[in-house]
Structures are given as structure tokens and as C-alpha cells.
């Protein structure tokens, strides 16, 4: 081969962006959760230096932020996959509702044991997710609209429901009834207890006068939002699955036309936003030992919100879970920082408004680079 063959053949492997070499902050700026993990540096930089000594990273502090941001994470992460295959789900805080009262009332009222309620509430719930999936993909009807109709169908049979059973739009009295169940301490449990108790003898975390910890456990809500996080981005990232739902929402039609199944990627993930939702749901009930009928009220837009600051676009086919808990982490910590540092809770909302706006103008700016990049 020439010396001239051999220049042009680099110069075409320069030119070709394959096998080009692309340095590393370039690579990490085309990251989806690239956003949110400078977000939350600089919210937890922020909060240090405002309410480091207001008891926020104390123990109990941290383990109050940690639980809010892991209730938005759970319903965050199934969000973030329907997100990626290109459609919204926004039935889901009224599914909050309506899968705690599917628990509650045959629990309190027909004498079911609270293992059999929560399993019917799974089951129920993910019934109803099968059929938001199921319209839309069989109609063609733009998933919003679809999700926006059984977001007022749930929550007016979650009212309607309870009033006629029961009378009442908050049920409580769950506590008693699950003190020996098996399933319940999975959602309303605490995890390492042991663990904490010896973080107290050795003086590492503060403890009551009667020796007791100041923070018993993990809360489940955190090991659910840990477990779902794991195995969701496995999916996404190792499976043929994550895959499947990348396509999906890049071009469905072009994934349709390679032998990609969208329309039962697409129910699937439905039903995972409603398994989600469920989860939520019973960390709260046993929690709290009630269920209440305008429980989640506006948590379908906070974790569109979480998605949306962790680095997913609204068109589908670009984003990760990780991403969608770091969004879910900024939430929590911003809204729990806020009541530590004494500012008037009222900004909480303006604040998630400018970080929506500015995920959006970052992601769109990001989304141009590599689509440019590509041409």
C-alpha cells in the first residue's frame, strides 16, 4: 500500500466519529443523568452551607430526605421507563390512592388476612395498567390522553368506593391487623436495625435516653427504591428487553418493522408504572396504618418532573434510571432542605419549576449535540 492510500485511510478514520478517539468530559456530557448529578452536587453544596448545622445531615435528617426522595424514586423509576419508550403515564398518583384502598378495606372491613389485600391490590392494580396500555396501543390515542382519563376514573372510584363500603374517605385500624403478617414488614418495615442499635452504643449516631436509637432502621420504601433501581437498569442496560425499549421509543414503526413486539413492551411497562404506584401506595399504608383517598395526589407530575430532571426526553428514547433517582434525590433533598433552612415551603414549587425548565433547555441542547455529532 502507498504512503498516499495510507494518509487518505487516516484521514477517513479521523473523519469517521466509529472509531475516533472522544475525550472523556465529552463522553460524560452526552451522559442522560450528566444534569442531574451536577444538580445535585450543587443542591447538596447549597444546603451544606445554609443548614449544615440545622440537624439535615444529622441521622434522623438524612434518613428523613433519603425516605422522601426514595417515595418519589419508586414511582420515578417505572415513569422513567415508559418515559423511554416514548409514552406518559398519568393516572399514576391516583392509582396511589385507589391500590391503598384495595388493600385497606378488604383488610379492615371484610376480614381478609393483609397478605391476600396486597396481593389482590397488586394484582388489581396491574390489571388496570394491562388496560391503559392496552387502549393505547390498540387505538393509536396519544397516551396522555388515555392516562388523563383514568387519572379522574380512579380517583372518582377511589372516593366513590370507599364512601360506599365504608363511609369514610380515610380507613385506618391497618396497624392491628398486620402485626403478624408475613408480607406486611416488607413495605412497612425497617431494615438493619441491629446495625443501628450498634451505631448508637458506639456513639456514632445520637440515641434516646432510654439508649434506643435515634433512627431504628432503613424505611422499606429506600430497600424497594434500591432493588427497583438495580434490577431496572440491568434491564435497560444488559437485557435484549432494555433494548426493545430504547427502540420503542426512538421509532416504533422502525422497531415494529425489525421484529421488536411495541405493543407488549409497551402494556408491559403500563403495568410496571402500576406495580410502581402499588409499592408506593403500601409503604404508605403500613406506615402510616391508613389509607386515604386523595393520597397522591400530583405525584404523577413530580416523577414526570424527577424523569425529566435525571436527564429523559419527552420525545422517548434517551435516558436512564439512574438518571430518574438522581432527579428523585434533587426532590427530595430541595424539599426537605427548605423546612431545615426555614425558607417559606411556598418557593418549594417555584424551585422544581425553574429545574424542570432548565432539564428541558439542557436536554434539548444536549439532544442537538448528538444528533449534529451523528451527522
Known sequence: ?????????????????????????????????????????????????????????????????????????VIA???????????????????IGFAGMMMTI?????GWPIWAAIIFAFIGAMFIG????YVVVKTGLPSFIVTLAFLFILRGLTIALSILFTNRTIV????????????????????????????????IIDSYKDGSPIVEGIPMVVIWCL?????????????SYGNWIYA???????????????????????MFTAFTATVYAACQVFEFGSAAADRGVLKEFEAIIAVVIGGALLTGGYGTVIGACLGALIFGVVQMGIFFTGIDSDWFRVFLGVMLLAAVLFNNYIRKRVTEARH
Open 106 to 110: 378488604p383488610a379492615v372491613y371484610w
Open 172 to 203: 385506618g385500624g391497618v396497624k392491628k391487623f398486620s402485626e403478624n403478617d408475613w408480607l406486611a414488614p416488607l413495605f412497612g418495615g425497617t431494615f438493619g436495625n441491629g446495625f443501628f442499635v450498634w451505631l448508637a452504643n458506639m456513639g
Open 77 to 95: 423509576i417505572g415513569a422513567c421507563l415508559l418515559m423511554i419508550a416514548g409514552e406518559f403515564d398519568l393516572s399514576i398518583g391516583s392509582m
Open 1 to 73: 500500500m502507498s504512503d498516499s492510500v495510507q494518509a487518505v485511510d487516516v484521514a477517513a478514520q479521523k473523519k469517521d466519529e466509529r472509531i475516533r478517539s472522544v475525550p472523556a468530559w465529552k463522553k460524560l456530557l452526552h451522559r442522560p443523568e450528566f444534569g442531574s448529578l451536577s444538580g445535585a452536587i450543587l443542591v447538596f453544596v447549597f444546603f451544606i452551607l445554609t443548614a449544615g448545622d440545622s440537624g439535615m445531615f444529622a441521622a434522623d435528617g438524612v434518613v428523613n430526605w433519603v425516605t422522601v426522595s426514595a417515595q418519589l424514586g
Open 130 to 133: 394491562y388496560l391503559n396500555g
Open 248 to 270: 420503542v421509543g426512538g421509532d416504533d414503526k422502525a422497531a415494529r418493522n425489525v421484529g421488536v413486539p411495541v405493543d407488549k413492551v409497551k402494556i408491559s411497562l403500563f
Open 227 to 239: 432493588l427497583l433501581a438495580a434490577v431496572s437498569s440491568w434491564i435497560l442496560l444488559r437485557t
